[in-house]
């Protein structure tokens, strides 16, 4: 853990730690159904011990997803285990991550996400199989230097640019074209001038690390202008917490850069797009419970564990991949892992078992989400169809440890596919979600209120004209 972790055990620690250091607001942190962070800030002056228990009074209805009109009041309660002090505000501010409840009856909301990944935690230690899941997210972006969008009624386009894209090689620019950039699939892993990314991501890097976010490492990835950030593994509430704070520091990092990054897994046609390869494990009293001497040096708890992710993917898509855009990275031929099957050193796998010195190391990697995914949702809705699997002894069948792409079309048809449009997804988890109610971990509210914000952003993709659309047929 990071020696920047901020908690507060007591009103009194608070205060003499705002007091210390100044604090002039305190940011209360907050994830919609969407995944997108949410914060209201309070003058320090306003903090009495009272609000430090409770929390506050927030509009519902103004979130999408949550609450209407009619019941809109809400209470945001601050959660003073998880906190930072924010690096990109003016005025000296403290954070803190929040969680929902409903202030008539006190119990916690159940489409709030946070609520969600803290009920998965509890459940994990009822479930018999373990009493802490660990998760670590591999999250991928682009920076760019430009984007325009435009979505009118007459009008449909976007433009992007950077400075690495092969695109600009013929380019004149003012202080003249260098010439070093990557190639198509070209970014993994050049040293500067060509890498020109490598202060950028060291700035970003060393923010959130400030914010208390355990930093392991920075690249470039496969795609002109695309990159990663290492950060490492934790529980699943803190590691959730923890990727909110890494999109919110390459989004501010970048901004400030006088650049602008996203993580669309999709922005650029023609080479990688961005996906979030998530390990995970399971362990009960300190021990590995994924070790053992099956395939791979895995336990039948790791086997079973994949068992669950496959048969439930893509229901899982909802969750993991849940944007029109995620669909069009899932696509053959850009190493992206759309084949439903595992494998101990495949990329082309959907589940792969990384290489482990130690039974310590053992883990599955999720290899299909991406970052577009509220990670609360999708590391809650990933564990519980593991314990699924484990529960019901469900086998992924024999490992495939060839190069999936390569196979014959006899044998690839016969491997299952996670899903081709977020419409799949939606379907899917509206006919496979029972595995997700146990504990009561989601309910079934949650879930219809999701697939019904899931499917306006569907209708919206669908119903409107597309550029290609008349290049083919006008």
Known sequence: MSDNVLKFKSYGDFTKFSEENDIQFVGFEFTDPRGKLQHTDQHISTIDKDMFESGIMIDGSSIAGWKTINESDMCLVPDWSKCFLDPFAAQPTLKVFCYMKEPLTGDNYERCPRVIAKKAEAYIKSSGHGDTAYFGPEAEFFVFDDVKMCANMNEVSYKIDSIEGPYNSGRDYVEGNTGHRPSIKGGYFPESPIDSG?????????????????????????????????????????????????????????????????????????????????????????????????????????????????????????????????????????????????????????????????????????????????????????????????????????????????????????????????????????????????????????????????????????????????????
């Open 198 to 474: 490598a202060d950028l991501r060291a700035e970003m890097i060393t923010v959130m690390d400030a914010m208390g976010v355990p930093i392991e490492k920075h690249h470039h990835e496969v795609a002109p202008s695309q990159h990663e950030l290492g950060i490492l593994f934790s529980t699943l509430v803190d590691c959730a917490d923890n990727l909110q704070l890494y999109k919110y520091a390459v989004h501010n990092v970048a901004h400030i850069y006088g650049k602008t990054a996203t993580f669309l897994p999709k922005p650029v046609f023609g080479d990688n797009g961005s996906g979030m390869h998530v390990h995970q494990s399971i362990w009960n009293a300190g021990k590995p419970q994924f070790a053992g001497d099956k395939y791979a040096g895995l336990s039948d708890t790791a086997i079973y564990y994949i068992g669950g992710i496959i048969k439930h993917a893509k229901a899982l898509n909802a969750f993991t991949n849940p944007s029109t855009n995620s669909y069009k990275r899932l696509v053959p031929g850009y190493e992206a892992p759309v084949l439903l099957a595992y494998s101990a050193r495949n990329r082309s796998a959907s589940c792969r078992i990384p290489y482990g010195n130690s039974p310590k190391a053992k883990r599955v990697e999720v290899r299909f989400p991406d970052a577009t995914a509220n990670p609360y949702l999708a590391f809650s809705a990933m564990l519980m169809a593991g314990l699924d699997g484990i529960d019901n002894k469900i086998h992924p069948g024999e490992a495939m440890d060839k190069d999936l792409y390569s196979l014959p079309k006899d044998e690839l048809s016969k491997i299952p596919t996670v899903c081709g449009s977020l419409r799949e997804a939606l379907d899917s988890l509206n006919n496979d979600h029972d595995f997700l109610l146990k504990g009561d971990v989601f309910t079934k509210d949650a879930i219809e209120a999701y697939i019904d914000l899931k499917m306006e952003e569907v209708l919206k993709y669908e119903t409107m004209p597309h550029p290609i659309e008349f290049l083919m047929y006008y």
